[in-house]
């Protein structure tokens, strides 16, 4: 069976209707391949923008896309998600975080580099290449974004999950570039704090 599928139906905003997240989830455990399309439908440009936003290219994102519906169809009988379409972004994103760092053994992407370098002494070290360690990493950090203000929460997801420049930020937000940066400073610093039993149990 090839789950490697083209992510090519209609996003989130299209006004199609879609199947609601629990039937997916179903068809999943029932092992129908229809979950993948019904997915790929519902939240295939949701993933594709969100693998693009580190990559920065269309042919690697795609693979990205197939690759996180086939890392879906493998963990969903074990996992059931409430919420499909930030399920399968955040295995999208950590896809294409380790393509990028597989990548850049290669070339680099400068801009992209920066982004993960700015956040990486809030983290802790990646020893790990478990994935679902990865996820639970994942967790901790949704649960620190889901505190921080609207406002914030758009500085803070715009640069680390959509890679996007700090001027960038600003301009849209009626904002200078260091008042941007001085925001982002805040949260890498307050994040470390609530990170840092996670790196001392890491330790023991």
Request: aromatic residues 8%.
């Amino acid at each position: 069976m090839d789950l490697r599928k083209k992510a090519d139906g209609p996003g989130m905003t299209d006004k199609k209707e879609f199947m609601e997240d629990a039937e997916i989830v179903g068809l999943y455990w029932k092992r129908s391949e229809r979950a993948i399309e019904e997915t790929a439908a519902k939240y295939g440009k949701l993933c594709h923008s969100v693998a693009f936003g580190v990559l920065r290219n269309n042919e690697d994102s795609e693979e990205c896309v197939n690759d996180t519906y086939v890392r879906t169809w493998n963990s969903i009988p074990t996992d059931q998600p409430e919420h499909l379409g930030a399920y399968v972004s955040k295995i999208a994103r950590i896809l294409a975080v380790d393509l990028f760092r597989k990548n850049t053994a290669q070339k680099r992407a400068p801009s992209t580099t920066a982004v993960f370098d700015e956040l990486a002494d809030s983290l802790p070290d990646e020893a790990s290449d478990n994935f679902e360690d990865k996820l639970a990493l994942r967790d901790v950090l949704a649960k620190y974004i889901a505190s921080l203000t609207p406002e914030n929460r758009m500085i803070f997801m715009r640069r680390y999950w959509y890679c996007d420049t700090v001027h960038a930020i600003a301009s849209s937000l009626h904002m200078t570039d260091m008042g941007v940066k001085k925001r982002l400073g805040r949260m890498r610093r307050n994040l470390k704090k609530l990170l840092e039993p996670e790196k001392t149990e890491a330790a023991e």
